[in-house]
């Protein structure tokens, strides 16, 4: 069984521009989350999403957002790129939103 | 709100030597509780899981067990190998106004030598 799987592996970008990033969750799963690890502070829960609906947001600013598709993949967007949003981006996918997450490798973003 | 916390590390330990990291956790009503590890370079790797008071998660030598009485899930191995060197992550589901987000303590580095 395929598990979760994160593109692209390392992004790199320059301030103020825009960053997009995919995720597939393992087969059958509906629902998807995405969090942030940045140096020093941890993982950092941003977005949930369920039948491709938003179902609940961290304390990120709004120029955080994403969506699911019908095949319930989703997409992390990121607005106006600022130097701290440097960070490795990890999404996981579950049965359900009461099932355990289980995650993919990650999404490097450096900004430059 | 909710919040785990984790042991200092970073943890030097020798190879077969006996494991334990700590884990407290803060939370309203029943939380489930989890480890994850992270292996260089990869993502987070479900490890164990607990639902309830008393439950044991299990898996490849690892084990914790729920306490409620003190809101700890501490993490145990009887003897490393040099395969465990990773980074662990005790983490808390709440529910309620936390639906969808897992908690995490800030992690704790553990290195195994030959």
């Known amino acids: ?112 | 709100g909710n919040s785990v916390t984790q042991m200092e590390g970073p943890v030097t330990l020798s190879e077969e030597a006996f494991l334990t990291i700590n884990c407290t956790y803060t939370a309203t009503g029943y939380p489930s509780l989890f480890w994850y590890v992270q292996y260089p370079g990869e993502g987070l790797q479900l490890l164990l899981k607990a639902t309830k008071a008393d439950d044991k998660g299990s898996n490849k030598g690892f084990e914790a067990t729920y306490r409620k009485e003190t809101t700890s899930f501490h993490l145990e191995k009887g003897s490393v190998q040099v395969s465990d060197s990773a980074v662990y992550f005790c983490a808390l589901y709440a529910g309620g106004t936390s639906y969808g987000k897992l908690t995490f303590g800030q992690g704790t580095i553990l290195t195994v030598h030959p």
Do not use: M
């Open chain 1, 1 to 112: 069984e395929a598990g979760v799987t994160q593109s692209p592996t390392h992004l790199i970008k320059t301030r103020g521009q825009q960053a997009t990033l995919r995720c597939s969750p393992i087969s059958g799963h509906t629902s998807v989350y995405w969090y942030q690890q940045a140096l020093g502070l941890g993982l950092q829960f941003l977005l949930w999403y369920d039948e491709g609906e938003e179902r609940n947001r961290g304390n990120f600013p709004p120029r955080f957002s994403g969506r699911q598709f019908p095949n319930y993949s989703s997409e992390l967007n990121v607005n106006a790129l600022e130097l701290e949003d440097s960070a490795l981006y990890l999404c996981a996918s579950s049965l359900g939103w009461d099932q355990p997450q289980h995650f993919g490798d990650g999404t490097r973003l450096s900004i430059l």
